[in-house]
């Protein structure tokens, strides 16, 4: 357990698991930077020319931070002083001059002397200032840049436990919210989050400082049930717009304490001839802006329009509720055609998949910036973001913000003045270590405080058939890697568009192939051709698995995939042993497609493949082509036992039992030996991990149901491709001839041998 500890720690640290943005230089050419600084020219919002979407408010850009595909240009860095050493430099809410903090309301100021006025304009006009530019402060020597928004959750919310806590990781997540707002592409930001990461708070903060900003709008706020999103309302937003400065807080219409509607308009009440008359009419105009909740469910705020939706726990929503289905219709409240006018602001940890959570997790990997349609928005139109666990841990950041990530060497100081002794992510492996023969509790545990997203999204192991132990470990090993390092995802295509001649590979990021390895050119397309059939020269090196598919065309959402995956057999050549190199999962325009692509793949490595008989269209594909020897049979039995169609095509029935637990069972006995850590070196060095790099497989693996085996296509294919490579493992033996031959018994106990009676 402690060697797999170490590996484990190593591997998250060393492979850039703990950067959650990069500095980036040479965006933007010096002379034109310097020009349009000088002149303030820069404007706020999604730079096409740079590919840079600038935050900054000035005029002006500075640092350039890479966080999740996207480049957010901060505002030029100020020259900043100080007389305290920058071990005594670090972020404090400053405390409200008493003096203005006895004025309540607007109305107060106005009557309050000339004199005082002229003492306090200066620090109220700063905030706004602050409010709207952001806010730089001295963090331990280095000019550090907070947002507007982030300045008001820092200085002018109150929380549970007073003022919020400055972590940089906080910084961060607002830096990119920045620009989700400013950028015209996006819909806002989907925040997969640690527990207890103030998200709750820091969304509350933003809905009040919107709605106190913006005039004839409508903020909205929607948790995992409408009790949820009353009690933010009650405990969170209502507080919050109740402790801000006077000169923050518009008119509010109302009871100070209000249960379903905040409301900052003109209170009827107030207006008399009297403070018209004194004031004047302007002095006295309200926001008529509205921050509400609602109900739960997949048509809350449908046909509304609304400046900011505010989503918290959107991976916790249960049957019947539908996360996916209620952000169609919420989307439509965000735009005007094809304008976006408003944003959302969602955050959650995910639930177990079968309890909300899978759906939250397909919004999350809709929302990826790397992936935009020719609108150059994302498929969900948001924009998503994971923190891992090791930066935002309570009792693990330092006074200056900073995750205190492994134990450390000498003191380190707390937000709360306390020493930290130990690191966050040893914290973490130690609670990981003692939860391991408690399979559900770790895995809501990786839930909570996840380190990487496939940490968010672990599920509930009672219904796993196999070593989810094993899986895991592979799972979180590859979240480790640079895993472009060991994939390349492209397509295969006929030369010259001429099918049956050779067959070429084109990396290519919107290809459906995902591949480990491409064997050498003179292995390549290793085809021989005799009386007019196509046979598979590879045959030794390796095999494909298939679960395909027959009708094209399918209700939306309830198709399944078509799948692919080829595996390598154990061998002395310089092809990898037993192991998979390929993976497609995906269901093409027609079923045409998917079985011409198929063939491609196994034209292009050489090999047979063994496919599942029930859908025989890819075989009739095959066969048709010339292809029929590369369509394996069943390897349990023998040639004169197949039906007449199984001779003609080929394939292996999915409706046997014996072939159900046959293909379940060489899943199983592979992960045992070849997924996951290798503690005892049984099949590996010791410590070793094995080379599995294909995560929707192995996803799909911890998943499999042996009685509902339809939904587990990446389950099904590799399974058949694992059994392709071992079928020597069910060639039935020789039945026993009928023809009974006895032979002569004895006993030799005696000095002379007797027969026995038989």
Request: proline letters at 4%.
């Amino acid at each position: 357990m402690k060697l797999k500890k170490q590996i484990h720690q190593k591997v998250l640290q060393n492979q850039g698991q703990n950067k959650l943005y990069v500095l980036l230089d040479n965006v933007i050419p010096k002379n034109v930077l310097s020009r349009k600084n000088k002149a303030h020219a820069w404007k706020p919002g999604y730079n096409e020319k740079y590919d840079v979407i600038v935050i900054s408010k000035d005029g002006t850009i500075g640092d350039i931070y890479l966080i999740n595909n996207l480049k957010i240009a901060l505002p030029s860095t100020p020259k900043l002083t100080s007389d305290k050493k920058p071990k005594d430099q670090y972020w404090k809410a400053q405390i409200y001059p008493k003096e203005l903090k006895r004025i309540q309301t607007i109305f107060q100021w106005y009557d309050a002397p000339p004199n005082f006025k002229d003492k306090w304009i200066n620090y109220i006009e700063e905030e706004f200032n602050r409010r709207e530019n952001g806010h730089w402060f001295l963090n331990n020597g280095h000019p550090t840049y907070v947002t507007g928004t982030h300045y008001m959750y820092l200085q002018w919310t109150k929380i549970d436990v007073g003022h919020p806590d400055f972590r940089e990781a906080n910084r961060l997540f607002y830096i990119y919210w920045e620009a989700c707002k400013v950028d015209k592409r996006s819909f806002g930001i989907c925040y997969l989050k640690i527990r207890r990461s103030g998200f709750s708070f820091m969304s509350s903060c933003e809905g009040v400082n919107t709605a106190t900003l913006s005039r004839d709008s409508r903020i909205g706020v929607l948790s995992k049930t409408g009790s949820d999103a009353k009690k933010m309302f009650t405990d969170k937003i209502v507080p919050i717009s109740n402790n801000y400065p006077f000169f923050f807080k518009p008119i509010q219409d109302g009871m100070d304490k209000p249960k379903t509607e905040l409301a900052y308009r003109i209170p009827a009440s107030k207006i008399t001839k009297k403070n018209m008359y004194d004031q004047g009419e302007e002095d006295l105009d309200g926001l008529d802006t509205t921050i509400d909740w609602k109900n739960t469910s997949d048509n809350s705020y449908d046909g509304e329009k609304l400046q900011l939706l505010i989503h918290d726990e959107s991976g916790k929503w249960e049957r019947p509720e539908n996360i996916l289905n209620n952000w169609r219709v919420t989307k439509t409240c965000l735009r005007l055609g094809s304008k976006i006018i408003g944003k959302c602001m969602m955050g959650s940890t995910s639930n177990a998949l079968d309890k909300g959570g899978n759906n939250f997790k397909q919004l999350f990997y809709d929302s990826d910036t790397s992936k935009r349609n020719a609108n150059g928005q994302t498929k969900s139109g948001l924009y998503n973001l994971f923190i891992p666990m090791e930066w935002n841990m309570e009792g693990f950041i330092d006074k200056f913000g900073n995750p205190v990530l492994n134990n450390p060497q000498t003191e380190v100081k707390g937000i709360d003045g306390e020493s930290i002794f130990q690191g966050a992510i040893d914290y973490w492996e130690n609670e990981v270590e003692s939860l391991a023969l408690d399979p559900d509790a770790l895995n809501e545990y990786y839930r909570q405080f996840p380190r990487s997203e496939s940490h968010a999204f672990r599920d509930e192991s009672k219904q796993s058939l196999f070593n989810l132990t094993k899986i895991y470990q592979q799972i979180d090993y590859n979240d480790s890697l640079l895993i472009k390092r060991h994939i390349v995802q492209g397509k295969f295509f006929w030369k010259n568009g001429i099918k049956d001649s050779e067959v070429l590979w084109s990396p290519d990021a919107r290809g459906r192939f995902f591949v480990s390895y491409l064997p050498k050119k003179e292995q390549q397309n290793k085809v021989d051709k005799r009386n007019g059939v196509y046979y598979p020269g590879n045959e030794h090196l390796g095999s494909f698995g298939c679960d395909s598919y027959d009708i094209s065309g399918v209700v939306v959402g309830k198709g399944s995939n078509g799948s692919l995956h080829g595996m390598t057999k154990f061998n002395m050549d310089d092809w990898p042993s037993n192991e998979f190199f390929l993976e497609y999962i995906a269901r093409p325009q027609t079923a045409e497609i998917f079985f011409e692509e198929v063939l491609m793949a196994c034209v292009f490595y050489g090999m047979p493949i063994l496919v599942e008989n029930n859908k025989p269209r890819l075989l009739y594909h095959f066969k048709n082509r010339g292809y029929r020897k590369f369509c394996m049979n069943r390897p349990d039995k023998v040639f004169n036992k197949l039906s007449k169609t199984e001779k003609e095509l080929g394939g292996i029935p999915n409706t046997s039992e014996d072939v159900k637990q046959a293909h379940a069972s060489a899943i199983e006995s592979y992960i045992e030996k070849h997924i996951g850590y290798d503690m005892e070196g049984v099949f590996r060095k010791p410590g070793d991990v094995g080379s599995m790099y294909f995560q929707r497989t192995l996803e799909d693996w911890a998943k499999f149901d042996i009685n509902n085996r339809t939904k587990f296509d990446a389950a099904i294919s590799s399974g058949l491709a694992i059994m392709a490579n071992q079928k020597h493992l069910y060639t039935p033996s020789n039945e026993k001839s009928k023809i009974s031959i006895n032979f002569a018994r004895y006993s030799n106990k005696s000095t002379v041998s007797q027969l026995l009676n038989r």
